[in-house]
Nanobody, 117 residues
Framework: QVQLVESGGGLVQAGGSLRLSCVVSGMNFRLNAMGWYRQAPGSQRELVADITRRGSTNYADSVKGRFIISRDNVKTAVHLQMNSLKPEDTAVYYC???????????WGQGTQVTVSS
């Protein structure tokens, strides 16, 4: 059974930093893309950043220059370093991983990030 365990969320003041981590276990497939999404109250879930197996990254315009995504293929983990946080970054952040098969699309349970002004 595939499990994604997220950690690192919390409450921080504007301008502060947090680091989210997601460890994946129970896979019987090769991990391809890994990413982070977020969903604020009343809004749709949106992509924050993702990273391919080879390390190519993609960021939402709203986080470029502030967030850094990285992955550890040995430990099957993905991290999101969030700097210069803003109140509008407040949301539940979800880890997502894609494998090589059509149904290989898995989500973490979500971790709350709250940025106070």
């Amino acid at each position: 059974q595939v499990q994604l365990v997220e950690s690192g969320g919390g409450l921080v003041q504007a301008g502060g930093s947090l680091r989210l981590s997601c460890v994946v276990s129970g896979m019987n497939f090769r991990l391809n893309a890994m990413g982070w999404y977020r969903q604020a109250p009343g809004s749709q879930r949106e992509l924050v950043a993702d990273i391919t197996r080879r390390g190519s990254t993609n960021y939402a315009d709203s986080v470029k220059g502030r967030f850094i995504i990285s992955r550890d293929n040995v430990k099957t983990a993905v991290h999101l370093q969030m700097n210069s946080l803003k109140p509008e970054d407040t949301a539940v952040y979800y880890c997502n991983v894609l494998g090589s098969g059509v149904g290989d699309n898995y989500w973490g349970q979500g971790t709350q990030v709250t940025v106070s002004s």
